[in-house]
DNA sequence: GCCAACGTTGGC
DNA sequence: GCCAACGTTGGC
């Protein structure tokens, strides 16, 4: 099993969406490397689900609920399905995320238009526990 | 096949 | 709103 950051902008698509729709299809990816991701994924792999624009955060995990496979749109594209497992407890931010040195060299810091990329097994850990500890 | 120009994304 | 970092496009 592995694990994914899947990035989406919240004004088109969002964690809130995702669980109104209780399922959904992942697709819009177009860039080549996000791409590769996504036919890496399989079914009963785990994602974030990551909020750019005014948010910057982790706000959910996601199950993989389908293998990859072609988009029905565009067979150059690759979809994959998802399905909400749990929201975070404490969204995780992204300056939490740059500030730990454990996420240093992430793709998520380094290539900041990347929307589809793995998440090592140490930093999905670390993203669990911080999201789950008390804040005031 | 190269690369300049242009477009897009997403953090700031 | 700006702009850095990338990706893509199209003329040559």
């Known amino acids: ?57 982790i706000i959910g995990v996601a199950q993989v609920i389908s293998n990859a496979k072609p988009d029905p749109k565009d067979a150059k594209l690759a979809v994959v399905e998802i399905k909400p497992t749990s929201r975070l407890k404490n969204p995780v931010t992204l300056a939490v995320i740059k500030s730990d040195k454990i996420f240093a060299g992430w793709d998520l810091l380094r290539n900041s238009r990347l929307s589809v990329m793995p998440v090592p097994g140490r930093m999905w850990k670390r993203i669990e526990s911080v999201s789950k500890e008390n804040t005031e």
């Not at 969002?14 to 791409?35: P, Q, R």
């Open 1 to 57: 099993m592995a694990y994914w950051l899947l990035k989406t902008e919240p004004s088109t698509y969002s964690w809130a969406d995702l669980i109104k729709e209780k399922k959904t299809t992942w697709n819009g990816v177009t860039n080549a490397l996000a791409l590769k991701h996504i036919r890496s994924m399989k079914k009963g792999d785990r994602a974030f689900v990551y909020h750019t624009g005014n948010e910057k955060q």
